[in-house]
């Protein structure tokens, strides 16, 4: 195990990728940016501890006015933003609102949410 007073060695080396990610993020939020950008941010966690690191970030952004870009493969992660951008190919192919899409049976992100949860 990984204590706080064990010294990390150069790289990180010695942290896992889940732990990195999560220093990654913690210093992110500590800076209190006016925009945080999270490339799968979440990947390298186990669903529980993801669910609460999701959290964390709804919170922090909202009580500092910081807007969160999310680019995520989880796509549970996402449902509840402001809006969604879905693209393919390097090209924009949808933007909207979570609620508008999901109610859209076209919609490329409503039939990913539904490949999901199956």
Request: glycine share 6%; hydrophobic share 40%.
């Amino acid at each position: 195990t990984f204590g706080l007073s064990e010294p990390v060695r150069e790289n990180g080396e010695n942290l896992s990728q889940g732990q990195r990610q999560l220093i990654c993020i913690a210093r992110a939020l500590l800076r209190r940016t006016q925009v945080l950008i999270v490339d799968e941010g979440t990947s390298a966690v186990d669903p529980y501890t993801d669910d609460l690191i999701q959290k964390v970030l709804r919170e922090q952004a909202s009580k500092h006015g910081t807007t969160v870009l999310a680019i995520a493969h989880r796509l549970q992660t996402i449902v509840d933003f402001d809006r969604i951008l879905v693209m393919g190919s390097g090209k924009v192919l949808e933007y909207d609102t979570p609620a508008a899409l999901i109610s859209n049976k076209n919609s490329v992100f409503s039939s990913m949410l539904g490949e999901t949860e199956h």
